[in-house]
């Protein structure tokens, strides 16, 4: 069975502070990671994937996450929020022969200007 | 924009009702996925389609069904529809079978009153 938990159903930062969004992961095999940003009233927007070619994942809009097999964590982290970070985050798995996503319970970042 | 298409945006019905939802998917992609996110659920998993066949089945009750078409669009019926099937319905696509990341539609949002 594969499964994620997302520390902070919410989190608020200060425009221009640090964001860290935390994913841990339970997964029998070695695992696919992904993160998802929703904005208000829209679709799933795909930010960034681990797929096991490196550690470090750069994704759209200045995010970046790390795998670290040792902690199980795929954490989210953007040196600097920007306003329009304002969304929620899911984080996701997959593995090989059971290709459905099982997201996290989504964490939702506010800004604070 | 993801490229996957979803119609319609918002539906509003009545209980014991059946709707139909339609997805079309990004060109070129043979998977479809459809999920089901609700307040008290979150983001579940239903039902995926490749190639016209049925993949793998999640937490996807009786009383829905789905198909994919030979030209690869997909649809989801609901019937006998309930209060607690009021959701926002998505529909992702991805390239193949496997763990590739999965492109969403802006979704469907169904009200049953």
């Known amino acids: 069975a594969q499964s994620v938990t997302q520390l902070g159903s919410h989190v608020s930062v200060s425009e221009g502070a640090l964001v860290l969004l935390r994913c841990n992961y339970s997964?029998?095999?070695?695992?696919?990671l992904f993160w998802y940003v929703q904005y208000p009233n829209q679709g799933l927007q795909l930010l960034l994937k681990?797929?096991?070619?490196?550690?470090l994942v750069k994704g759209i809009n200045g995010f970046e996450a790390e795998f670290k097999k040792s902690e199980t964590s795929f954490h989210l982290t953007k040196p600097s929020a920007h306003m329009s970070d304002a969304a929620e985050y899911f984080c996701?798995?997959?593995?090989?022969?059971?290709?459905?996503?099982?997201f996290g319970t989504g964490t939702r970042l506010t800004i604070i200007p | 924009d993801s490229g996957v298409t979803q119609t319609p945006k918002h539906l509003i019905t009545a209980t014991g009702q059946r709707v139909t939802l339609r997805c079309s998917p990004r060109s070129g992609d043979l998977s479809v996925y459809w999920y089901q996110q609700s307040l008290d659920q979150g983001l579940q998993f239903l039902i995926q389609y490749y190639n016209g066949e049925e993949r793998a089945k999640g937490n996807i009750l009786e009383r829905f069904s789905a198909q994919q078409f030979p030209d690869l669009h997909s649809e989801l019926n609901l019937s006998s529809l309930e209060l607690g099937d009021s959701a926002l319905y998505f529909c992702a696509s991805s390239v193949d079978q496997g763990p590739y990341e999965q492109y969403f539609g802006p979704g469907t949002r169904l009200t049953v009153t």
């Open positions: 997964s029998s095999v070695p695992p696919y």
């Open positions: 996701a798995v997959i593995s090989f022969g059971n290709e459905k996503l099982t």
């Open positions: 681990y797929t096991s070619a490196a550690t």
